[in-house]
């Protein structure tokens, strides 16, 4: 079971995808969330909820973070929950790079049974500064190419075809406790999808230019939007 389109009625698949959800199959627990959030006339936030939880059991990282997307629809409270979660599940293990899990936060704006807002801000610190500079300039023009599905396009014409990427990515600004910080302008909308391949940016760019002891967490101002 994938992404492949429903041809079939959906009222026909729920059972069908509760079983295999009950077999292990993260991906008809994550489809029964979906019809919950999304499907006219069949919203139902408990029942949504639950079966993300269930989904979470099961799936693996890229299930994560799909999740955390999902559940912006649902309220900050889950969506919040989620994002933790994945970037616990994909860099919890890590040694050579700390993603702390509020990197990139989600934010309820308006309580926690709402939809979030994201901040799109972190804090980098590592050894030898000059090579965590080098790393942030680099991933800087990595992060205009990134859509909000979570896709890195390959330049700045193909990054076109997506629903939506980032307006601005901020130079890197030096901090007073020391480290970098880096934001994007991206309207303050939720995207944790976009957040995940963010991360992996950075990670990847940390490593790249032999960084160590290298820390990525999200930024203490308090300046979610731009």
Not at 106 to 116: R, T
Request: glycine share 8%; proline share 6%.
């Amino acid at each position: 079971m994938g992404d492949e389109p429903i041809s079939e009625p959906i009222t026909e698949l729920i059972p069908r995808w509760a079983e295999a959800a009950n077999r292990g199959d993260a991906e008809a627990a994550y489809r029964i969330a979906e019809c919950a959030l999304t499907r006219e006339g069949m919203r139902d936030a408990n029942a949504a909820e639950a079966w993300l939880r269930r989904a979470a059991q099961l799936g693996d990282v890229p299930m994560q973070w799909r999740l955390a997307q999902l559940a912006t629809r649902h309220s900050a409270r889950v969506a919040i929950e989620r994002q933790r979660a994945a970037i616990e599940a994909e860099w919890g293990r890590v040694e050579d790079v700390v993603v702390d899990p509020g990197s990139f936060p989600l934010v309820a704006v308006n309580g926690d049974e709402y939809f979030p807002t994201q901040a799109f801000r972190v804090h980098v610190a590592g050894e030898p500064d000059e090579a965590v500079t080098a790393a942030l300039a680099n991933a800087q023009h990595r992060m205009f190419l990134v859509g909000d599905d979570g896709t890195e396009y390959a330049d700045i014409d193909e990054v076109l075809d997506a629903d939506y990427s980032p307006n601005y990515v901020s130079d890197p600004e030096p901090q007073p406790d020391g480290g970098w910080s880096i934001w994007l302008d991206c309207k303050g909308e939720a995207y944790p999808l976009m957040a995940g391949t963010l991360l992996r940016i950075l990670v990847g760019e940390l490593r790249s230019a032999g960084v160590t002891a290298a820390r990525i967490r999200g930024e203490r101002r308090k300046r979610d939007a731009h």
